[in-house]
Structure formats: structure tokens, C-alpha cells
């Protein structure tokens, strides 16, 4: 920890023992503050809340049907909630429970409690879910569109009882900054909803103001460094923005947002590589990082806080990188950890990944980034406005716009696409652990692959499970085992200390990309197995053979003594695997068909929802996780060593192979 870490962490504490003997103090003149409904009113008519002013009931004809449903069942206080699907919250909601595990948290001073300590609190994610406020904006998007005062009154109702049962600095939901910088998201989005409901209604306006200022008053003093400025710090810089322009009118809130501004300004860039990779070397984090900074930035543009060109130029290498990955159906692989957090719930059926290629593609004006031919997705018009619809409807995409192959060199990645017949997608990993000295949200895949084949997913990324540190499958879904890479010795290629923190980070680096329409090539190598006492090096290379339907690839292994590898296969849940003699494996999922070839010095073994060793796991959401096919080929080496594969596409198995099955491989 350095000096200058050191010194944050006292001053924080100091504020912590300040804020602990005032936040009574503190609460008692929030809860009696009162709004100035002659400064208020006309303030918030002069903003432009992103595209909310744009549309009424007529004009978001589309989703109004969609929207009803939605908020009666919230209404009726069903939410969706994480792995436990959609549940019942109770006649009155209960802003402290942990509903996963029926735990009633208690209202302690929240900077001090360990909301790590599973025993007392239960799993974080699921106490941190409700009080993010953000299923109260399809509630007040409802009263937006149909002007239904019963909608109005339930988002006021809900947010009365979370101030009552939450008091300023108490509780779970005030643990952790970034809660409150979320919390500020929905409230801003919740008063573009509600105007015309806050101009009858002072009290509420009240409440939500004083909320703010609360808020803010928390995250100005609390924002994340050092091994916490990751996306942490980008939410928190985000809601003291937002509430900044929002509610200029409040003391002190237009310079806590040109702050905030700056604080983002800096972050984007700090915390991207140049080719627009988010240093935290996971998907579901940059999508998330981005929402962040696009809300910032769009509601900034909107009202004369424009952020600088350098700032939209990185938003838009995000995007073109996020494009690249996915498929025509708004399927993105797992790369890294992944905890179906979101910033903004605007429409129950879009999601994140959809909303920001739809926007990006207007807000560039790239039409490669339009994954599909429809209309602008209501997430989308609701960020932009209704000008952004004709102008996403007019983007014809064409064959040049189809996916090419790309690499990006400084994150990490090379994306191997095309094909003479069919649509094929190789994401090929050679990128960083993580970021900063934690790199706590990466995982131990270096050198893995993913392949789609007409936007059916074959080989997969196994997901993340949990964030529990108590469950032994979080160790697991970032070990180098749940990859599809190479194990060598039985060890990780780098080595973890904590659920979220690694000691030993292995390097990857590129040694080679070149493209062309009838021959793709990529090779890069790490160091994670340098570490040992006989180093060893590993180093992989694809060969994609595009007009003859053929994907070559090699584990080169240097080193002087004897070392055993384990080389992993994951396939889709949806997936079949049969074995047809020797190292030759048939894999189908719908109609795509592909024969994996392996080296015939490896021995394969199929797992499927194995407990010892655990293996034959997939995971696509938090804290859900389903068996699937994995494939572990074994052998030993001495020396410089190299193994060569193939998978061929449309491979079809014979009837002499069929024969030649037993039982168990058939029904695998």
C-alpha cells in the first residue's frame, strides 16, 4: 500500500468517526427539510431529462401495452429478483431484508459493517438489489405515459418507506458509495417521469430533494480510489453529475457536478485501453461502465455541460469493441466476472448489450453497429429522444457492414470472423488479468477461446456463479480449468489470494494477426507457467482456413523437463457431444454441427455437473448455474512439445460411428 494510499485511508476513517457522531444530527435536518416550490418547480422545467420530454401516451404507442403490465405487477410488488426469479416483496417493503436467504439486516452504522460477512448479512448482491430504487422508474415511466395517478402514488409511497426504514449513513444499502450513486440515477430518472405529479405534490419533491442532497453530501466525501476506482468510481461520478444538472438549483450541486465531470473526464480514459477495451478485462463491466458514462454524457450534451471529443471518441471505441463481439441477436459472450447488475431499468424487454449498439449507432452514426433491421429499442428512444427513431430506421446495413475480423491489440483480443458458407465467430483471449493491483473482477483464461457459428453458441465461457466468498464455484468459474485453455501441473495459470484479488498475474502477448478473406491467423503466448521450477512457456496459434471450413489450431509448450496438461473444452448447455473413436468428439447445437479433433497423444474425458473434480458447470446469470458438456484431454510432455487440433464445421457422423458408440456417449 503506498503513502499516498495510506493517507486516503485515514482521512476517510476521520470522516467516518465525524459522520458517525452527526449523522443524526444530519438525518433529523433532512427529514425536515422542505422544498422551495417556487425555486423547484420552474428549475426542473428548464431541464431536459435525456429523451423523457418527447414522448407521450401516442407516440410510445409500442411499448405502452408492455409498460401497464409492467407496473402492475410492481404495483403488486413482484420483482424480478436474481436467481430467485420473480418473488413477492410484501405489502410493505421491507429496504433491509435479504430475501434470498430471509435475513432481516440491522440498522447499523453502515461504513463500518462487513457487508462481506455472509453469515450475518446473506450474499450482497441480493440486500443491495431493492434499495437501488430502480424498479420504481418503470412505475413512474407508467404515470408518464398514462397519467395515472396510482402509479405516481406508489413510487411515492416506496421511497417514503425506504427513507423511513434507511436513515441517513444506517444499513446495507449506504455500505457501499456506488449504492448511492445508482440510487441518484433512478431518482433523476424518476422526477424526468414524474413533473407533472411533483407540481401538485411538495411533499414528495421534498423528500426527493432532500435524498439528493443526502446523497451527495455521502459520495463527494466518499468517492472510490486507488484499488476500489474501477467501475465503483464511474457510478459514483455518474449520480453526483446527473443530480448535479438535474437539481442545479440546490446549494452546491452545479460545482459537485463539474467535479463529477472532471472525475469522468479522467476515468474514461484511465480506465480503457486505447483500443476502447475496459481495463477490467470483462464484458459485463464495460457494458455497465459504458451506461454510465452515456448517461453522463448524453444528459451533459443535452444541457450545456458538453464533455470533450476525446471523451465520446473513447464511448465510441467501447461500443465498436462490444459490437465486435456480438452476434446478430444480441448474444455476447462471458468474458471475466459477470453480476447481472444494471444501471437503468427503462424497458423489460431490451437488453443492455441491444441498448448500447442501438444508440452508439445513432449517436456515431455507424450503421455496423445496428445488429438488427427493426426500430430503435424503447431503452434507446428514451435516451435519445424521438428524433434519434427515424434516423436508426434509415441505417440500412448492408454485406460490407457484417462482421470482419479484428484485434485489438492493446486489450487484448482478436475476433476471427466470415466464412464461406457459414457465420463464424472466434474471440480469441491474449489480454491483462484485470485492472489495477487488485484485478478483481478477471479470471484466469489466457489464451481462451469462444466460437459462434451462424450465432449459435458452441464453445462458451463458463460464466462467474457467484461472488460468494464461502462457495468454493466462485474460485471455480475464474479458475484457468473453466477456460478453454491449458492447465499445466494442475495449477492456475496466475495464482488468487482472495475472492477478489490475485497474487501472481500471468502476461499474455501477441505474437501475431494477420488477416485475409481466405486465411485468418492469430498466435499469442503468457508466462503464468514461467513461475515454476522448470519454466514453461505456453503458447497457442489458430489457423482459420475460411473457404475450406476448417479451424487449425496448436499448444506449444517449451520447457526441459516432464510437465502434464490438461487442454479444456466447454460447450454450450444446448450442446451434444459424442464420441466417435479416438480424440475425435462430434458437437450440435441446432443445426450447426462442428468434429473437434484433438492431438492423438491426449486422452479425453467428458464431465457433466461433476462435484469432484468440479467441472461440466455453465453459467449465464448470477448465482445460477446448470450442468453442460466439458472436456478435458489429458497428456503428458517432456521438452519443447507441441499439440496440434482442428475443428472442421458440418462434420456429420457416419453409421459406422454410430455403431461404434456405447450407450452412455449417445445420451451424453
Same mark, same amino acid.
Given at each position: 500500500?503506498?503513502?499516498?494510499?495510506?493517507?486516503?485511508?485515514?482521512?476517510?476513517?476521520?470522516?467516518?468517526?465525524s459522520?458517525?457522531?452527526?449523522?443524526?444530527?444530519?438525518?433529523?435536518a433532512?427529514?425536515?427539510?422542505?422544498v422551495?416550490?417556487q425555486?423547484?418547480?420552474?428549475?426542473?422545467?428548464?431541464?431536459?431529462?435525456?429523451?423523457?420530454?418527447d414522448?407521450?401516451?401516442?407516440?410510445?404507442?409500442?411499448?405502452l401495452?408492455?409498460?401497464?403490465?409492467?407496473?402492475?405487477?410492481?404495483?403488486?410488488?413482484?420483482?424480478?429478483?436474481?436467481?430467485?426469479?420473480?418473488?413477492?416483496?410484501?405489502?410493505?417493503?421491507?429496504?433491509?431484508?435479504?430475501?434470498?436467504?430471509?435475513?432481516d439486516?440491522?440498522?447499523?452504522?453502515?461504513?463500518?459493517?462487513?457487508?462481506?460477512?455472509?453469515?450475518?448479512?446473506?450474499?450482497f448482491?441480493?440486500?443491495?438489489?431493492?434499495p437501488?430504487?430502480?424498479h420504481?422508474?418503470?412505475?413512474?415511466?407508467?404515470?408518464h405515459?398514462?397519467?395515472?395517478?396510482?402509479?405516481?402514488?406508489?413510487?411515492?409511497?416506496?421511497?417514503?418507506?425506504?427513507?423511513?426504514?434507511?436513515p441517513?449513513?444506517?444499513?446495507?444499502?449506504?455500505?457501499?458509495?456506488?449504492?448511492?450513486?445508482?440510487?441518484?440515477?433512478?431518482?433523476?430518472?424518476?422526477?424526468?417521469?414524474?413533473?407533472?405529479?411533483?407540481?401538485?405534490?411538495?411533499?414528495?419533491?421534498?423528500?426527493?430533494?432532500?435524498?439528493?442532497?443526502?446523497?451527495?453530501r455521502?459520495?463527494?466525501?466518499?468517492?472510490?480510489?486507488?484499488?476500489?476506482?474501477?467501475?465503483?468510481?464511474?457510478?459514483?461520478?455518474?449520480?453526483?453529475?446527473?443530480?448535479?444538472?438535474?437539481?442545479a438549483?440546490?446549494?452546491?450541486?452545479?460545482?459537485?457536478?463539474?467535479?463529477?465531470?472532471?472525475?469522468?473526464?479522467?476515468?474514461?480514459?484511465l480506465?480503457?485501453?486505447?483500443?476502447?477495451?475496459?481495463?477490467?478485462?470483462?464484458?459485463?463491466?464495460?457494458?455497465?461502465?459504458?451506461?454510465?458514462?452515456?448517461?453522463?454524457?448524453?444528459?451533459?450534451?443535452?444541457?450545456?455541460?458538453?464533455?470533450?471529443?476525446?471523451?465520446?471518441?473513447?464511448?465510441?471505441?467501447?461500443a465498436?469493441?462490444?459490437?465486435?463481439?456480438?452476434?446478430?441477436?444480441?448474444?455476447?459472450?462471458?468474458?471475466?466476472?459477470?453480476?447481472?447488475?444494471?444501471?437503468?431499468?427503462?424497458?423489460?424487454?431490451?437488453?443492455?448489450?441491444?441498448?448500447?449498439?442501438?444508440?452508439?449507432?445513432?449517436?456515431?452514426e455507424?450503421?455496423?453497429?445496428?445488429?438488427?433491421?427493426?426500430?430503435? @429499442?424503447?431503452? =434507446?428512444?428514451?435516451?435519445? #429522444?424521438?428524433? &434519434?427513431?427515424?434516423? +436508426? *430506421?434509415? $441505417?440500412?446495413?448492408?454485406? /460490407?457492414?457484417?462482421?470482419?475480423?479484428?484485434?485489438?491489440?492493446?486489450?487484448?483480443?482478436?475476433?476471427?470472423?466470415?466464412?464461406?458458407?457459414?457465420?463464424?465467430?472466434?474471440?480469441?483471449?491474449?489480454?491483462?488479468?484485470?485492472?489495477?493491483?487488485?484485478?478483481?473482477?478477471?479470471?484466469?483464461?489466457?489464451?481462451?477461446?469462444?466460437?459462434?457459428?451462424?450465432?449459435?453458441?458452441l464453445?462458451?465461457?463458463?460464466?462467474?456463479?457467484?461472488?460468494?466468498?464461502?462457495?468454493?464455484?466462485?474460485?471455480?468459474?475464474?479458475?484457468?480449468?473453466?477456460?478453454?485453455?491449458?492447465?499445466?501441473?494442475?495449477?492456475?495459470?496466475? @495464482?488468487?489470494? =482472495?475472492?477478489?484479488?490475485? #497474487?501472481?498475474? &500471468?502476461?499474455?502477448? +501477441? *505474437?501475431? $494477426?494477420?488477416?485475409?478473406? /481466405?486465411?485468418d491467423?492469430?498466435?499469442?503466448?503468457?508466462?503464468?507457467?514461467?513461475?515454476?521450477?522448470?519454466?514453461?512457456?505456453?503458447?497457442?496459434?489458430?489457423?482459420?482456413?475460411?473457404q475450406?471450413?476448417i479451424?487449425?489450431?496448436?499448444?506449444?509448450?517449451?520447457?526441459?523437463?516432464?510437465?502434464t496438461?490438461?487442454?479444456?473444452?466447454?460447450?454450450?448447455?444446448?450442446?451434444?457431444?459424442?464420441?466417435?473413436e479416438?480424440?475425435?468428439?462430434?458437437?450440435?447445437?441446432?443445426?450447426?454441427?462442428?468434429?473437434?479433433?484433438?492431438?492423438?497423444?491426449?486422452?479425453?474425458?467428458l464431465?457433466?455437473?461433476?462435484?469432484?473434480?468440479?467441472? =461440466?458447470?455453465?453459467?449465464?446469470?448470477?448465482?445460477?448455474k446448470?450442468p453442460?458438456?466439458?472436456?478435458?484431454?489429458?497428456?503428458i510432455?517432456?521438452?519443447?512439445?507441441?499439440?496440434?487440433?482442428?475443428?472442421?464445421?458440418?462434420?456429420?457422423?457416419?453409421?459406422?460411428?454410430?455403431?461404434?458408440?456405447?450407450?452412455?456417449?449417445?445420451?451424453?
Open positions: 500500500m503506498s503513502p499516498a494510499e495510506v493517507m486516503w485511508r485515514v482521512k476517510k476513517l476521520g470522516w467516518q468517526m459522520a458517525r457522531a452527526l449523522c443524526g444530527k444530519w438525518q433529523g433532512y427529514s425536515q427539510y422542505q422551495n416550490a425555486v423547484s418547480c420552474p428549475a426542473l422545467d428548464g431541464v431536459k431529462f435525456w429523451g423523457i420530454g414522448f407521450d401516451k401516442v407516440s410510445s404507442e409500442p411499448w401495452a408492455d409498460t401497464i403490465a409492467w407496473a402492475e405487477d410492481l404495483c403488486k410488488h413482484k420483482f424480478k429478483y436474481l436467481a430467485l426469479g420473480e418473488i413477492d416483496l410484501g405489502e410493505r417493503v421491507n429496504w433491509n431484508h435479504e430475501y434470498k436467504h430471509n435475513i439486516t440491522p440498522l447499523l452504522f453502515a461504513p463500518w459493517m462487513d457487508y462481506r460477512d455472509n453469515q450475518r448479512y446473506g450474499d448482491k441480493y440486500f443491495w438489489e431493492v437501488r430504487l430502480q420504481l422508474v418503470p412505475l413512474a415511466k407508467a404515470y405515459l398514462t397519467g395515472e395517478q396510482r402509479y405516481a402514488q406508489e413510487v411515492e409511497q416506496q421511497l417514503e418507506a425506504y427513507c423511513d426504514q434507511t441517513y449513513l444506517k444499513g446495507v444499502s449506504w455500505t457501499v458509495a456506488m449504492e448511492a450513486g445508482l440510487r441518484l440515477i433512478s431518482l433523476c430518472w424518476i422526477v424526468g417521469f414524474l413533473k407533472g405529479y411533483l407540481r401538485k405534490n411538495s411533499s414528495l419533491l421534498s423528500r426527493i430533494e432532500a435524498m439528493v442532497l443526502s446523497h451527495v455521502y459520495l463527494k466525501s466518499n468517492y472510490s480510489r486507488f484499488s476500489s476506482a474501477n467501475n465503483h468510481l464511474v457510478g459514483e461520478a455518474t449520480g453526483v453529475f446527473v443530480a448535479g444538472v438535474c437539481f438549483h440546490l446549494p452546491g450541486l452545479s460545482r459537485y457536478a463539474k467535479q463529477a465531470q472532471a472525475i469522468l473526464e479522467r476515468e474514461i480514459l480506465q480503457h485501453h486505447d483500443d476502447g477495451v475496459n481495463k477490467e478485462q470483462t464484458v459485463h463491466y464495460q457494458v455497465f461502465a459504458w451506461w454510465f458514462f452515456f448517461i453522463a454524457g448524453q444528459l451533459g450534451r443535452l444541457n450545456g455541460m458538453q464533455f470533450s471529443s476525446d471523451y465520446w471518441s473513447m464511448l465510441e471505441r467501447n465498436e469493441f462490444i459490437a465486435a463481439l456480438g452476434d446478430n441477436h444480441s448474444n455476447i459472450p462471458q468474458i471475466g466476472d459477470s453480476d447481472d447488475g444494471r444501471v437503468l431499468l427503462l424497458s423489460k424487454k431490451d437488453d443492455d448489450f441491444e441498448t448500447l449498439l442501438d444508440a452508439s449507432a445513432v449517436c456515431f455507424r450503421k455496423d453497429f445496428k445488429k438488427h433491421h427493426g426500430s430503435l @429499442c424503447e431503452a =434507446g428512444a428514451w435516451l435519445l #429522444g424521438s428524433d &434519434a427513431m427515424p434516423l +436508426f *430506421e434509415q $441505417m440500412k446495413v448492408t454485406s /460490407e457492414d457484417e462482421p470482419k475480423s479484428m484485434q485489438f491489440p492493446v486489450g487484448g483480443y482478436a475476433i476471427l470472423s466470415g466464412g464461406a458458407n457459414q457465420k463464424v465467430k472466434i474471440v480469441f483471449d491474449c489480454g491483462p488479468l484485470g485492472f489495477g493491483s487488485l484485478a478483481a473482477h478477471g479470471h484466469a483464461d489466457a489464451l481462451s477461446f469462444i466460437l459462434t457459428i451462424d450465432d449459435v453458441p464453445l462458451v465461457d463458463t460464466g462467474t456463479y457467484t461472488y460468494n466468498k464461502n462457495d468454493a464455484y466462485r474460485n471455480y468459474f475464474r479458475s484457468t480449468a473453466a477456460h478453454n485453455t491449458c492447465v499445466v501441473d494442475g495449477l492456475d495459470q496466475s @495464482c488468487m489470494t =482472495g475472492p477478489f484479488i490475485w #497474487g501472481f498475474r &500471468a502476461e499474455s502477448i +501477441f *505474437e501475431e $494477426m494477420a488477416t485475409s478473406p /481466405e486465411v491467423i492469430v498466435a499469442g503466448y503468457h508466462n503464468g507457467y514461467e513461475r515454476l521450477e522448470d519454466p514453461v512457456t505456453h503458447l497457442r496459434r489458430f489457423v482459420y482456413r475460411k475450406d471450413s479451424i487449425e489450431f496448436d499448444d506449444e509448450f517449451k520447457c526441459e523437463q516432464e510437465h496438461v490438461d487442454i479444456y473444452f466447454h460447450f454450450h448447455p444446448d450442446c451434444t457431444v459424442r464420441h466417435l479416438e480424440s475425435r468428439y462430434q458437437i450440435e447445437n441446432k443445426d450447426v454441427k462442428i468434429q473437434l479433433n484433438m492431438d492423438p497423444r491426449l486422452k479425453g474425458e464431465f457433466c455437473e461433476s462435484e469432484e473434480p468440479v467441472a =461440466g458447470w455453465f453459467s449465464d446469470h448470477y448465482d445460477v446448470v453442460c458438456l466439458t472436456l478435458k484431454a489429458t497428456g510432455f517432456t521438452g519443447d512439445t507441441k499439440f496440434s487440433h482442428s475443428i472442421q464445421f458440418g462434420a456429420e457422423v457416419s453409421q459406422e460411428d454410430l455403431l461404434g458408440m456405447t450407450e452412455s456417449e449417445l445420451t451424453l
